[in-house]
């Protein structure tokens, strides 16, 4: 059985940071492109950024452009997303799920349950 888990949101100031890492368990992570989305209450959900299996190329939306970093470790079958300069506006839901294939795009094929980040003072 596959399994996503979303860990590290939470509460921070805006100007903080935080890192999401997004576990897998029943797949090897190396095997899939990563993606990061998130979802604010009343909106539609929102690609982040992804990162490919091939040769780690990675893909940023402009909202957090300059501001975010996606990263993989695949000895710990591990993906991050390093937040830094959070904004109010980045509040959200944030969720990974895996490409159906090495390259970021196309229908996700496994979702994890999301963590909850708030960005407020």
């Known amino acids: 059985q596959v399994h996503l888990v979303e860990s590290g949101g939470g509460l921070v100031q805006p100007g903080g940071t935080l890192k999401l890492s997004c576990a897998a368990s029943g797949i090897s992570l190396d095997d899939y492109a990563v993606g990061w989305f998130r979802q604010a209450p009343g909106k539609e959900r929102e690609a982040v950024s992804c990162?490919?299996?091939?040769?780690?190329?990675?893909y940023y939306g402009d909202s957090v452009k300059g501001r975010f970093t996606i990263s993989r470790d695949n000895a710990k079958n591990t993906v991050y997303l390093q937040m830094n300069s959070l904004k109010p506006e980045d509040t959200a839901v944030y969720y990974c799920?895996?490409?159906?294939?090495?390259?970021?795009?196309?229908?996700?094929?496994?979702w994890g349950q999301g963590t909850q980040v708030t960005v407020s003072s």
């Open positions: 990162i490919s299996s091939d040769d780690g190329s990675t």
């Open positions: 799920a895996t490409a159906p294939g090495e390259y970021c795009g196309g229908q996700e094929k496994y």
